[in-house]
C-alpha cells in the first residue's frame, strides 16, 4: 500500500523547524510494510496545499497531511481540503463544545480563534483529538485515504499511533508479516558497531539491519519480514542473539526503553536507593532520572554543588583537597560521591565534576575533562574521561555515563567489577 | 526567486535517517531574501526523480537536488535527470581522472563503480567537489536553473555554500531584502496572541506573521520584505513595536535568545546570585541555568530535594509543616526559597514544589499542582499553580514558569511586583 506525506507550514519550508513529524510516520510505517513513496512539504498557502493533495492522491493509495489545523489565520489546511474536493465546510457545535470545555477546565475562556478547529468538510469523519484542541478528520475519495492530522509533534503521534495506523493496518489487503527491534548502544562507535556486526549476516533471516546515531547513544535497528508471524517472531530472537552477541554489554535497552528507566528498574529490584552530586553536568542526571514516573520510590536527592563553596558546605569536600588539586580531580569526585551517599543514607553516591566549557580549560585540563565516582557499600570506583563537544555534548555524555555506571555497578556485582 | 527542494534516497521516506539536506538550505535561502515553495523527498526509483524533477521546474524558477550521485547502483539521479530533459550520458575523463586520484592519494585503487560519478547529462556544466569523489553539475532548461548535488551532508553544504548560492544571488534579478524577528512569549496561548494582534495589520509594514507554538513558549515570526534596505529596518522596528504593545510583559526573548540566557543576563548585571531548590522539576531548572556559558557566574547551587527527609536536613523545612499541609503546599514552597538563599547566602532563593505525575495526585492536590516561590531580601512571593500536561510537560512548564519569575522580579522591581 502506497502512502505519501504532506507537511505544511512556512516553518517548514523556510528552514526554521527541522520536520520530525514525517521522519516519525515515516518509520513507523515502514516498520509496518507499508511503502512511503514520497514526503512534501509546502508553506501555508492554500493553493500550493490544493496542489498537493491532488497530485498525491493521483499517486499513493493513502496519503496523511499535517500542519496547518490550528486556530490562526495562516492555518489553512482544512479550507484547501475542502476547495481541493468540492465541499462545503460546517461547523460541528459538539466539537466546539469539547474545545470550550477544554479551556474551560484549565479555568479559561475559549478565544474565538478557536471556533475555527470545529469547521470541517462536510463529507470528513472528525478524528477526536484527546491531548490538544485541533481534532483530526479523515476524508474518503475514490476509494482512497486521506488524514488530516495537527502539526504539533505530541497531538500528531497520538492521533497517528491511535487512529490513522490502526486504520491503515485494518484496510491494507496483502498479509505481509513485520517485526523489529531497536537495540541501543552506548560506548561504541557506528563504524566499531559496523565492524562488529560484519559477520553476521541480516539475509539469513530475512532481516534488514540499519544504524541510527541518536547521540550520544548509537542504535541498532533490525526489521524482519515474512509470511508466518511465528518465523518472522523466530527469525528477530535469532539475529537479536547474534547482534548481543557481538555487542556483548554494550546493549543497554531496546525499543522505547530509556537508560534512566533502566537504571530506575534495577534500583528497584534491589531496593536500593541513589544520591547524586553534580558539577559540571549541572542537575541534569538529577532531572533524567527524575523524568521516570515513580523515582521518588528510589532517587532521594541531588546536589548541584556548582561553586567550590557549596562542595564544602553540602558534600564535606576538604577545603584543602580543592585548594591543592582543583575541584575537577579524582579525589574530589570520590568525596563528592562518598558525602553525597553518607549524607542522604542512600545506597549508592555518584559524584561528578568536570569542565563542559566553553571556558575554564587549562592544558592540563581541556574542556571535556570529566570525573566521575560511584560509591556504595563495597567502596568507590572513580575514573576520568576526556569528552569532546561543546557545552550541550559534554553535559550529555557525561550524564550518560554516570547512568551507565550506575547500570553496570548492578550487572558488574558491584565496585570491583567496575573498577576492572 | 522561487526555489524548490528535491532529495532523493530511500533511507528518507523510509523515515529511516531524519532530512538535514533541506533544513540547511532552506534556512540559508530564506536568509538571504528567496522563497522556498517546495521541499520534495522521493526514493530512489528513476521514474519518481524524473516525475519530481519536471513537476519542480514548472513551479520554481531554481530547483535544487540532492542525493543519488553515488557509485551505486541505486542511485539513479544523473539518468532519471538526462532522460527528463532528452540528454545524453557522456563521460568525462577528465573528472574520472580526478576521482582515480583521489583514491591514488589515499593508497587505494578506484573501484570500478566510481567511473559512474564521472557520467553526465550532455549539457551539464559541472561543479567540481573538493571534498568528496562526486562532483555536482548544473542544468539550464527554459531560462531555469537546476542543480544537482551529492547527498553527504559535509559536500553539500560546500558545494551549496560555495557555488550554487553565489550564482542563485548573481542570476537573481530582483534585489529584494529581507529582514525577520522572533519574538519569544510565555505566560500566553496562540490563539490569546492571535486574538490580541487582530489589529496589527503586517501588510502595511510589507510584513508577514508567523506563529510557532515551541511547548510552553509561543513565538511569534515576523518578516519583513522590500527594495530598500533602510525601510525594510524601519518596517521591522515598527511593527515590532506593535506587536509589543500588544504583548507587553510577555515576550521574554528575541530571535536566537533563551529563557534561561535572559535571566543569567538579569543577574550578571546586578551582579545577583540565585539559589535554587526543586521537588517536582527535580534539577530541570539547574540543568537549564547551567546550559548558559559562565552560569557559574551567579548560579550557586541547586538542591533537588525530592525526599521529605532532604527538604528537612538541607532546607530547614520544619518536619511538622510537611506533615500537616504536606510537601506540595504554598508555605512549604516559601520555606524552600529562604532555606536555599539563607544557606547559599545568594541574592534570589527559588523554592519548586508539585506533583508532576502520573502518580501522586489527590482530589484537593490534582497531578500538575505545582507552588512556586522567590525569596529575596525584601520577601518572599509565592504562587500555586494548575498545570496540565503529562510529567514531562509539567516538568516543563514548571521549570519556565519559575525562571520567569526571576526575570519578573527583576523588571517589576522586586517581591512587590511579583506579588501584584
Known sequence: MNIEL?????????????????????????????????????????????EALVRALGRAAAVIVSGGLGPTTDDLTTAAAAAAFGEKLVLHGEILDQIRMRFARAGLEMPRANEKQAVFPSAAEIIPNPVGTAPGFCLRSGGKLLFFLPGVPRELRHLFLETVL?????????????????????????????DRLREVDPSLFYAEISYL???????VK??????????????????ENAIREKLEGRIFATDRETL????????KERQATLAVAESCTGGLVAHRLTNVPGSSDYFERGLVTYSNQAKQDLLGVPGELLAKLGAVSAP???????????????????????????GGGTPEKPVGTVFIALAGSDGTAVKGYRFWGD?????????????????????????AGLRK
Open 213 to 219: 546515531p541518536r547521540y550520544p547513544e548509537n542504535h
Open 6 to 50: 504532506i507537511m505544511i507550514g512556512n516553518e517548514l519550508v523556510s528552514g526554521e523547524i527541522a520536520d520530525t513529524n514525517a521522519f516519525f510516520m515515516a518509520g513507523a510505517l515502514t516498520e509496518k510494510g507499508f511503502l512511503v513513496t514520497g514526503i512534501v512539504m509546502v508553506g501555508d498557502r492554500e493553493e500550493d496545499i490544493r
Open 391 to 415: 557545552r550541550e555534548q559534554v553535559k550529555g555524555i557525561t550524564a550518560q555515563t554516570a547512568l551507565d555506571w550506575v547500570r553496570r555497578y548492578f550487572l558488574r556485582n558491584g565496585i
Open 260 to 267: 534512566e528507566e533502566i537504571v530506575g528498574r534495577l534500583l
Open 332 to 358: 574530589v569526585a570520590e568525596k563528592m560521591a562518598e558525602g553525597v551517599r553518607l549524607l542522604s543514607r542512600s545506597t549508592l553516591g555518584l559524584g561528578i565534576t568536570g569542565i563542559a566549557g566553553p
Open 222 to 239: 533490525v526489521v524482519v519480514r515474512g509470511v508466518d508471524p511465528a518465523e518472522v517472531e523466530g527469525n528477530l530472537a535469532k539475529i
Open 166 to 194: 490502526p486504520r491503515l493496518e485494518s484496510e491494507r489487503k496483502e498479509s505481509l508479516h513485520y517485526r523489529s527491534r531497536v537495540l541501543k548502544v552506548f560506548g561504541l562507535t557506528e563504524s566499531a558497531i559496523a
